[in-house]
């Protein structure tokens, strides 16, 4: 489910692509781990797992982490791009552009 990316042959909308579908599964897997842990039945066969149950906890802690920490470099990311398409797009529009002189 997980994969290692060598950067040097892949092209950003590709690698882009792939953060998106890998996003969508972990999404999709932790809602079916909460319906499972949410069910009575499940509930009581996990209380004599009390110790898996700390360690799901603990990990769950250090994803939200991870997960605020993907956020966070998503978001610059966008922000960045959006300002160089808009200085991009000033540019092409400019008079005095060499892209509008060809």
């Known amino acids: 489910m997980f994969f290692f990316i060598d950067f040097s042959g892949i092209n950003s909308v590709d690698f882009m692509s792939a953060v998106s579908e890998q996003t969508k599964l972990l999404e999709s897997g932790l809602r079916e781990m909460r319906s499972q842990m ?21 990990r769950a802690g250090d994803s939200l982490k991870h997960i605020k920490n993907l956020y966070e470099e998503t978001k610059y990311l966008k922000n960045y791009l959006e300002k160089v398409t808009t200085n991009w797009m000033a540019k092409l529009r400019s008079p005095s ?6």
Do not use: K, M, T
């Open 38 to 58: 949410s069910d009575p039945a499940r509930v009581n066969e996990l209380g004599q797992e009390a110790i898996v149950l700390s360690g799901v906890c603990e």
């Open 97 to 102: 552009s060499s892209f509008r002189r060809r």
